[in-house]
């Protein structure tokens, strides 16, 4: 019979991001874009979940839920606002809301980079520019003091997304010369060069500067794991997909604390390219294959990369309207990473993405939250699935 029981400390919970539901982040990257006319984005974000102010009701839920740890992202678009120009009121937000979880017993895991930026960091030339680095750890350095009670931090979130997303966006649209792409028909091109250089350096620099301001805390970064499997004949072009989406980033971990591993559905290549053998009507609000068995292939082989370096679960959920399918996919990645735990790989907590429906960058359709919320109110609905997971936590054990 399989033990179906997590270890004493392993971490149970949620993670969120600041963009996705604090609302009227309007000195972001993010916010900018979706005022732009003919962009990709179908609606702004606007208010989101209101999180901004009602953080404190967010943490009694996921305390009364019986979660250990919550994951959230410091906004560094409002911590400075223009270059070396920090907000106090907001690094006091940010410490409250850390002191919040220790108060209630949450373990914070916080993330210091999630997709979003200063606009004025994107005028300097974001992750390509020559001082993205610099500039990262200049921002880091103002909030390093309040993440003292904090024991697991990520610095950057899945700097492999952002570097494919820009390389092929900039494709796209002429900014930098086609490829000849020889993966064919890949959902994301090969990453821009610059931005990869500077989201690593970046991550590097922040990583010494916490190791010595924040001694107790374990540093990462975390990375979308694709799960890039091959169908006969498309296994060289698995192989150089996963290389350049996941691999040459997760080798940039060797040296971190943890790495943080962030699976939804998985990537599978033929000889012409991705093939799809699912059928349309069973994917999820993303138009991702069901695979909750990802979540169990990704921890694999994250530790095949990146050997013995401890794992975090940092994000791994379903876009659905149907809470029973939420509850089901959760239970099938739950017990493959117990069977990949039970094979030995090191996997210190799971945090499921996500704790509220949010912000999925462009529209607020593919709802992923273990807890809705009123549109005009704000009140806070848990689903059926958040008081499993719940349930879950407290008897750490697949009921
Ligand atoms: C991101 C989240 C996003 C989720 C679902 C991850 O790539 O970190 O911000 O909402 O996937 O798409």
Known sequence: MTDTSFPDDFLIGAATAAHQIEGNNVNSTWWALEQRAGSFVSEPSGDAADSLHRWPDDLDLVASLGYHAYRFSIEWARIEPAPGQFSRAMILH???QIDGCIERGIVPVVTLHHFTEPLWFAKTGGWAGDN???????YVGAVAHILE????????????????????????????????????????????????????????????????????AKIGWTIANQVVQAAPGGEQHADRYRERIEDRFLRESVHDDFVGVQAYSRNVFGPDGPVHDDAPDT????????????????????????????????????ATSDDTR?????????????????????????????LLDNYEWGSYRPTFGLVAWDKDTFDRHPRESARWLGHVARTRRLA
């Open 283 to 318: 994917r999820t609000l993303m138009g991702w294959e069901y695979f909750p068995d990802t979540l169990e292939h990704a921890v694999r082989h994250t530790r095949e990369v990146v050997g013995n370096v401890p794992i975090l679960v940092t994000e791994n959920g379903i």
């Open 132 to 138: 993205a680095a610099e500039l990262f750890a200049r």
């Open 326 to 354: 939420r509850i089901a996919y959760t239970r099938s990645a739950l017990e493959g990473l117990q069977r990949a735990m039970a094979d030995g790989v090191d996997v210190r907590g799971y945090l499921h993405w996500s």
């Open 94 to 96: 940010y410490q409250r």
């Open 149 to 216: 009670p904090v024991p697991w931090i990520a610095t950057i979130n899945e700097p492999n997304m952002v570097a494919c997303a820009i390389g092929t966006l900039r494709r796209a649209t002429g900014r930098a010369p086609a490829e000849p792409d020889d993966v064919p028909g890949a959902p994301l091109g090969p990453p821009d060069e610059a931005v990869a250089h500077g989201l690593t350096a970046g991550h590097h620099a922040v990583r010494e500067l916490l190791h010595e301001s924040v001694p107790g």
